[in-house]
């Protein structure tokens, strides 16, 4: 097999497995779950969030691996794997953290919510009073709304969305036509809760829940009158959820995505989840239905899909069980009665996610889209929601006679469909919407407003390591920045430029831009420390990032580390790099934050002689990123701004000895050993300091 990166001079092994780091980072997720120093309701949440971070490996990283197995590729993965030894690493991997988060889920988890009058009860253990509800309940709440197919010669196996829950009935008799089925499928629609609470005077305790699933397993007979059920077992299909849309052969690119979204929801069937007392002949049938093997079979023991749990903590009022409330804090420069544009104008305006509020970056677009003198705004959308008032100011904006152009992603991930319905809106109230460029997702985040002050037209402009998207501004860590600098705006101007015209890429002052100058000019700032280590210098470089898999990068990396560069890494998620090899990498940390908060800001520190050169950038340092999106890195020039992100965005992360995990060289993380005499949290350090 060939090299994964045939123009790296370092072998094979010198890179770790993609899947596995992603695997490995949901191990991480599982610890928080596992940690009683958590609030019990959110290690129920954090369960969860393994669930949903799992059902998207699998539909797009286990669904990809899955179709190199079957074209029997010659590629190989990272770390030099054939797809088919990846396969059964990553197999193998996957189906250990779904048994011990099971596990953890049964033994722990929900016994320690009974302590607490917290209760799911089991069919086993139901009152003839709370049998007698739930029956009611299931005949006049349930039953109008689902559909039982028998399967015979005239009901073949249906459709399965991806991700419903579902239930395989066994069955014997003859139906009132004389049918003789052997088997039924029930389809739950996902207009029905797959918890329900009992009164607190049936339950006995103040919370009293049943899942969905006992429910129908109880009752299930009651759909098939006069037959026999033998078995009834839940399951539940994950599909491949990738678009395939070839935007070169493409002329409308919504008309054609508005047409492949509902493929999504039944592409080819990667994974079979089935209750774990599913008998052997069902789940032989069940796996002929979806052309999957036993190697794609999950057996749970529990209900098959957890991420609908997540709604649990928000139906139970019990404070002391969660995360303390937490208020963002706001700037004095952006408080309540400021000219957002005035303070901008006196200096750089910095926001720390979530600490800071998102406040400001809405009232700016607020205040744009109503001030007479603002002219024009333009803006980027990768991510924004489907309820997003930054949306309706744009339209506003629109409707009050301001030239908006708004660069809309289409193929944002699982957001296409609302990204779709806001293009719709923008441009029935007259702004130009566009889509970027073709071949080249458009994931920077970048807003510029123009304004005529003075009888001359000034910009101004945002730059963030986010979407614009207020909810998760409330939980991603991010760096937003507001600056009427003249030299930057210019730069955002011309990125606009690129994006709606045609023409040339022109040189920019400040930003690094990719598809362009991003990777190019991190290679150029990790060569210059190695440079600096070889000649005796001081080098320091300091980046964090939610992933780091660009092999040109990485081989920069080791041989900046070989030269004697100090590298510190505060990567959240997966990173293929090796830290603490002899001779390759031992001057390369690696470190992982998992906490209350999604780390997602991507900072590039370079010590450049003692400049100290501070980036902040939308992107990751992943192929994608580099090589097919447009993004931006932005430089923080304003001295006073460039200690507080070094300080806030780094020194923070790097002090942090209790929610921080080591990489080691083969990497496997282990916690970092916690310091009674001056413990750290970075994130509940900075909610104190930051928050309102």
Same mark, same amino acid.
């Given at each position: 097999?060939?090299?994964?990166?045939?123009?790296?001079?370092?072998?094979?092994?010198?890179?770790?497995?993609?899947?596995?780091?992603?695997?490995?980072?949901?191990?991480?997720?599982?610890?928080?779950?596992?940690?009683?120093?958590?609030?019990?309701?959110?290690?129920?949440?954090?369960?969860?969030?393994?669930?949903?971070?799992?059902?998207?490996?699998?539909?797009?990283?286990?669904?990809?691996?899955?179709?190199?197995?079957?074209?029997?590729?010659?590629?190989?993965?990272?770390?030099?794997?054939?797809?088919?030894?990846?396969?059964?690493?990553?197999?193998?991997?996957?189906?250990?953290?779904?048994?011990?988060?099971?596990?953890?889920?049964?033994?722990?988890?929900?016994?320690?919510?009974?302590?607490?009058?917290?209760?799911?009860?089991?069919?086993?253990?139901?009152?003839?009073?709370?049998?007698?509800?739930?029956?009611?309940?299931?005949?006049?709440?349930?039953?109008?709304?689902?559909?039982?197919?028998?399967?015979?010669?005239?009901?073949?196996?249906?459709?399965?969305?991806?991700?419903?829950?579902?239930?395989?009935?066994?069955?014997?008799?003859?139906?009132?036509?004389?049918?003789?089925?052997?088997?039924?499928?029930?389809?739950?629609?996902?207009?029905?809760?797959?918890?329900?609470?009992?009164?607190?005077?049936?339950?006995?305790?103040?919370?009293?829940?049943?899942?969905?699933?006992?429910?129908?397993?109880?009752?299930?007979?009651?759909?098939?009158?006069?037959?026999?059920?033998?078995?009834?077992?839940?399951?539940?299909?994950?599909?491949?959820?990738?678009?395939?849309?070839?935007?070169?052969?493409?002329?409308?690119?919504?008309?054609?995505?508005?047409?492949?979204?509902?493929?999504?929801?039944?592409?080819?069937?990667?994974?079979?989840?089935?209750?774990?007392?599913?008998?052997?002949?069902?789940?032989?049938?069940?796996?002929?239905?979806?052309?999957?093997?036993?190697?794609?079979?999950?057996?749970?023991?529990?209900?098959?899909?957890?991420?609908?749990?997540?709604?649990?903590?928000?139906?139970?009022?019990?404070?002391?069980?969660?995360?303390?409330?937490?208020?963002?804090?706001?700037?004095?420069?952006?408080?309540?009665?400021?000219?957002?544009?005035?303070?901008?104008?006196?200096?750089?305006?910095?926001?720390?996610?979530?600490?800071?509020?998102? /406040?400001?970056?809405?009232?700016? &677009?607020? @205040? !744009?889209?109503?001030?007479? %003198?603002?002219?024009? =705004? *333009?803006?980027?959308?990768?991510?924004?929601?489907?309820?997003?008032?930054?949306?309706?100011?744009?339209?506003?904006?629109?409707?009050?006679?301001?030239?908006?152009?708004?660069?809309?992603?289409?193929?944002?991930?699982?957001?296409?469909?609302?990204?779709?319905?806001?293009?719709?809106?923008?441009?029935?109230?007259?702004?130009?919407?566009?889509?970027?460029?073709?071949?080249?997702?458009?994931?920077?985040?970048?807003?510029?407003?123009?304004?005529?002050?003075?009888?001359?037209?000034?910009?101004?402009?945002?730059?963030?390591?986010?979407?614009?998207?207020?909810?998760?501004?409330?939980?991603?860590?991010?760096?937003?920045?507001?600056?009427?600098?003249?030299?930057?705006?210019?730069?955002?101007?011309?990125?606009?430029?690129?994006?709606?015209?045609?023409?040339? /890429?022109?040189?920019?002052?400040? &930003?690094? @831009? !990719?598809?362009?100058?991003? %990777?190019?000019?991190? =290679? *150029?700032?990790?060569?210059?420390?190695?440079?600096?280590?070889?000649?005796?210098?001081?080098?320091?470089?300091?980046?964090?990032?939610?992933?780091?898999?660009?092999?040109?990068?990485?081989?920069?990396?080791?041989?900046?580390?070989?030269?004697?560069?100090?590298?510190?890494?505060?990567?959240?998620?997966?990173?293929?790099?090796?830290?603490?090899?002899?001779?390759?990498?031992?001057?390369?940390?690696?470190?992982?934050?998992?906490?209350?908060?999604?780390?997602?800001?991507?900072?590039?520190?370079?010590?450049?002689?003692?400049?100290?050169?501070?980036?902040?950038?939308?992107?990751?340092?992943?192929?994608?990123?580099?090589?097919?999106?447009?993004?931006?890195?932005?430089?923080?020039?304003?001295?006073?701004?460039?200690?507080?992100?070094?300080?806030?965005?780094?020194?923070?992360?790097?002090?942090?000895?209790? @929610?921080?995990?080591?990489?080691?060289?083969?990497?496997?993380?282990?916690?970092?050993?916690?310091?009674?005499?001056?413990?750290?949290?970075?994130?509940?350090?900075?909610?104190?300091?930051?928050?309102?």
């Amino acid at each position: 097999m060939k090299h994964p990166y045939p123009n790296s001079r370092f072998p094979a092994e010198n890179y770790l497995n993609r899947e596995l780091g992603l695997l490995a980072f949901n191990r991480r997720v599982l610890a928080q779950a596992q940690d009683r120093r958590m609030p019990l309701l959110e290690r129920l949440r954090f369960l969860c969030i393994v669930s949903s971070n799992l059902d998207e490996f699998f539909e797009i990283r286990m669904a990809g691996l899955k179709e190199q197995v079957r074209a029997n590729t010659a590629i190989v993965t990272s770390d030099g794997k054939t797809p088919q030894e990846a396969f059964r690493l990553v197999s193998a991997e996957a189906r250990a953290i779904v048994a011990e988060q099971y596990q953890h889920l049964n033994d722990i988890i929900l016994p320690a919510l009974e302590e607490h009058n917290i209760h799911f009860l089991r069919r086993s253990d139901w009152t003839e009073a709370q049998r007698e509800w739930i029956r009611d309940y299931f005949l006049h709440e349930t039953v109008p709304v689902l559909t039982p197919i028998g399967l015979d010669h005239s009901h073949p196996f249906p459709k399965v969305l991806n991700k419903s829950l579902n239930f395989a009935i066994e069955l014997e008799g003859k139906d009132a036509f004389g049918r003789n089925s052997n088997a039924a499928i029930v389809q739950a629609p996902r207009v029905l809760p797959r918890v329900i609470r009992l009164p607190e005077e049936l339950a006995g305790v103040e919370y009293g829940f049943v899942f969905l699933s006992s429910v129908l397993h109880e009752f299930v007979g009651e759909m098939f009158t006069g037959m026999n059920v033998l078995g009834c077992y839940q399951f539940r299909v994950t599909r491949n959820s990738d678009l395939f849309v070839d935007e070169e052969e493409v002329t409308n690119l919504r008309t054609k995505l508005q047409g492949e979204l509902p493929h999504r929801h039944f592409g080819d069937a990667v994974r079979l989840e089935v209750a774990d007392n599913c008998s052997p002949a069902m789940t032989d049938f069940l796996l002929a239905q979806f052309g999957l093997k036993e190697a794609d079979l999950y057996r749970v023991n529990g209900p098959v899909n957890l991420v609908r749990l997540m709604q649990v903590p928000d139906w139970v009022d019990r404070p002391e069980m969660k995360f303390a409330p937490f208020t963002p804090g706001l700037p004095k420069a952006a408080g309540k009665g400021a000219n957002i544009f005035d303070s901008i104008r006196r200096s750089d305006l910095l926001l720390h996610h979530p600490y800071q509020s998102f /406040a400001p970056v809405i009232e700016l &677009l607020n @205040q !744009a889209a109503a001030d007479p %003198q603002v002219v024009a =705004i *333009k803006m980027t959308v990768y991510r924004t929601g489907t309820d997003s008032v930054l949306m309706q100011s744009l339209i506003s904006a629109a409707r009050n006679g301001k030239e908006v152009t708004v660069v809309v992603e289409l193929m944002a991930r699982f957001d296409e469909e609302a990204n779709i319905s806001w293009a719709t809106k923008l441009e029935e109230v007259g702004a130009h919407v566009v889509y970027g460029v073709v071949g080249y997702k458009t994931h920077a985040k970048a807003l510029l407003i123009v304004r005529r002050e003075d009888g001359a037209l000034k910009r101004y402009a945002h730059l963030g390591t986010g979407n614009y998207h207020p909810r998760t501004a409330r939980l991603y860590t991010d760096f937003g920045l507001m600056t009427a600098n003249d030299e930057i705006t210019q730069d955002v101007s011309e990125v606009f430029k690129q994006l709606t015209g045609l023409g040339k /890429a022109l040189s920019l002052k400040h &930003l690094w @831009q !990719a598809p362009f100058t991003l %990777q190019p000019n991190v =290679i *150029k700032a990790i060569q210059a420390e190695a440079e600096a280590a070889r000649n005796g210098g001081k080098a320091i470089i300091v980046a964090k990032m939610n992933s780091l898999l660009e092999p040109e990068v990485i081989d920069a990396l080791y041989s900046a580390s070989q030269a004697g560069v100090q590298i510190d890494l505060i990567v959240r998620g997966v990173c293929a790099l090796r830290p603490g090899v002899e001779g390759l990498s031992e001057n390369i940390r690696v470190r992982s934050i998992i906490g209350r908060f999604l780390e997602h800001h991507r900072i590039f520190y370079f010590f450049a002689g003692g400049e100290e050169k501070v980036y902040l950038s939308s992107a990751d340092w992943m192929e994608r990123n580099f090589f097919k999106r447009i993004e931006l890195a932005f430089p923080i020039l304003d001295p006073k701004l460039k200690k507080r992100v070094i300080s806030e965005g780094l020194k923070f992360y790097l002090a942090d000895n209790q @929610q921080s995990w080591d990489m080691n060289s083969e990497g496997a993380y282990q916690r970092r050993r916690r310091s009674r005499n001056k413990p750290h949290n970075a994130q509940g350090e900075l909610m104190l300091m930051l928050g309102g």
